[in-house]
């Protein structure tokens, strides 16, 4: 059975860093794009970046782009959100997503919608504040 393991997130003051990481017991992830999203309360669940895979090319939404990295340690079959300089506006539960039997996109500006990915993270709550 597939599973989505994520670990890391909780309080940090503005300006500070979160790393979080997601594990998988099923699927070796650098065989799928790797998606990481947000849902902040009521919001919409967006997009955050993406991990493609094979060449492990990375890609962000650009409210994160250049503060937010994700890569992958293929001998941990783990795929980890390194979150720096992090803004109250940052503050969401954040999801790790990887695809069924189709591909889902990643490319400029990150994932491909939530619809593509059929199998989620328990979600980890990440909050931003002072």
């Known amino acids: 059975q597939l599973q989505l393991v994520q670990s890391g997130g909780g309080l940090v003051q503005p300006g500070g860093s979160l790393r979080l990481s997601c594990a998988s017991s099923g699927i070796i992830l650098d065989r799928y794009h790797i998606g990481w999203f947000r849902q902040a309360p009521g919001k919409e669940r967006e997009g955050v970046g993406c991990?493609?895979?094979?060449?492990?090319?990375?890609y962000f939404a650009d409210p994160v782009k250049g503060r937010f990295t994700i890569s992958r340690d293929n001998a941990k079959n783990t795929v980890y959100l390194q979150m720096n300089d992090l803004k109250p506006e940052d503050t969401a539960v954040y999801y790790c997503?990887?695809?069924?039997?189709?591909?889902?996109?990643?490319?400029?500006?990150?994932?491909?919608?939530?619809?593509?990915?059929?199998?989620w993270g328990q979600g980890t709550q990440v909050t931003v504040s002072s």
């Open positions: 997503a990887a695809p069924g039997g189709a591909a889902a996109e990643c490319g400029p500006g990150g994932p491909g919608g939530p619809e593509e990915f059929d199998f």
């Open positions: 991990i493609m895979r094979r060449d492990s090319v990375t």
